[in-house]
């Protein structure tokens, strides 16, 4: 049995309910970590020179976890975070992880850890297989609702609050049959079984949240930073972002397919709106970059997923030397491209004009380990409880945006959770 089974299996079971899985899928890394010796959490991201401290003391302990888009924007706009479900900043260390790669697992750790790590996971049966369990996703908010939003978000731009607006609206599906902690917990593993085989992503993630039996499942292809020890060219610290902006359903037949494609990249409005959110990445990466080493490239690249084509450029830099973990998360969450641009007015904007909070949802998933860090912006995720599933989507309004256009983007963004639509 592949170690991917292996490691749904034992999170179908609960038997380890403090697990994390950030799941590369067969072209990228992943890592997996069980039974956390340590747990860093709370509202406010000071918490994070914390965690820092006792990475930097013992690098070889893998920490996993996330940042709400809450936390984020509160430290951008100084203000107490909105209260959600989920604390703001939550990160765990695992005194045993196995890296996943197309070559082989690669362990980090304790060798005590590490033996009972491999022993669970030998211990589990075949992967979960269950129907989808739950109903159709519908938007919370009717039709003119959310056209109405819209409206209000370029009325904003109109007046020069701000140039683009990244609004978003929740989907929610309900179980087609009641489940308690233990049913909840197989049918988010064979859901997760399910999704990453229909619609694999680079950043995709199963996590669990201890409170009310909730999950965390994201499918999300966008990372918002790597951090990588002396790998830049001057020989210190490179720092890489790839902002996504610019979407494009699939098409059903291939040729329908390829020309959405190819509007997508000739489309002067995704172009610029593409190159807006580059920019404000670029000068994200410049409060702690070395001076002039911020570098984008200059065309962007078309990256077709299972249910949409987007736009996506790389961004790079060396990283000033004595940042800190928390200076540098500071500087770039949450990320340009969900949030729009000026980001703190817009940041503003979003806050009256979503009073639903987004939680994990545009906020990041975190892990920090020998080599470096890792940052995804969990679009295309998922939060599971016993009530049943919310998957949030968004888009970025600039000037000349439709309201029916991007009402119509947002379902095309949730489609991977929606088998059954």
Request: hydrophobic share 40%; glycine share 8%; proline share 8%.
């Amino acid at each position: 049995m592949s170690l991917a089974n292996a490691i749904l299996a034992l999170l179908a079971r609960g038997s380890a309910p403090l697990a994390a899985w950030l799941d590369g899928g067969a072209s990228a890394r992943g890592m997996f970590g069980a039974f956390p010796d340590a747990v860093v959490a709370g509202d406010d991201l000071c918490v994070l020179d914390q965690v820092e401290d006792a990475w930097r003391r013992e690098p070889d302990r893998i920490w996993m976890g996330w940042l709400t888009y809450e936390v984020g924007a509160a430290t951008l706009l100084g203000r107490p975070p909105r209260g959600g479900s989920l604390p703001g900043v939550c990160l765990r260390r695992y005194p045993a992880a196995l890296e996943l790669r197309a070559d082989g697992p690669i362990e980090h750790g304790h060798r005590a850890a590490l033996a009972d790590l491999r022993g669970a996971l030998a211990r589990e049966g075949a992967p979960p297989s269950a129907r989808w369990p739950w109903t159709r996703l519908e938007p919370r908010l009717d039709p003119e609702a959310y056209r109405a939003r819209v409206h209000s978000a370029l009325e904003h731009i109109r007046a020069g609050d701000s140039y683009q607006v990244n609004l978003a609206q929740r989907f929610e599906g309900r179980w087609q049959q009641p489940h308690d902690a233990t049913a909840i917990a197989r049918a988010v593993a064979a859901a997760y079984a399910d999704l990453r085989t229909r619609s694999p992503a680079s950043m995709g993630v199963l996590m669990q949240h201890p409170e009310r039996a909730t999950w965390l499942l994201s499918n999300s292809p966008e990372t918002l930073l790597e951090l990588r020890f002396g790998a830049a060219a001057d020989g210190g610290d490179r720092l890489r972002s790839w902002p996504i902006k610019g979407t494009r359903p699939r098409g059903r037949e291939q040729a329908d397919d390829l020309a959405l494609s190819r509007e997508l990249q000739s489309s002067s409005k995704d172009g610029a709106e593409h190159l807006m959110i580059v920019d404000l990445v670029r000068n994200d990466l410049g409060r702690v970059a070395v001076p002039g080493s911020v570098r984008a490239h200059p065309v962007p690249q078309l990256v077709t997923l299972p249910t949409v084509h987007h736009l996506v450029t790389e961004v790079s830099a060396s990283l000033r030397p004595g940042v800190s973990l928390r200076e540098l998360v500071e500087a770039v969450f949450p990320g340009g491209s969900i949030t729009g641009a000026p980001k703190r007015r817009t940041v503003e904007l979003i806050d009256a004009l979503e009073p639903e909070l987004r939680e994990i949802y545009c906020g990041a998933f975190v892990l920090l380990e020998p080599s470096g860090l890792r940052m995804s912006i969990p679009i295309r995720t998922a939060t599971v409880d016993a009530t049943g599933i919310v998957v949030p989507a968004g888009g970025g309004i600039v000037v000349d945006s439709d309201p029916e256009s991007e009402r119509l983007e947002t379902i095309a963004k949730v489609r991977a959770f929606d088998p059954i639509a």
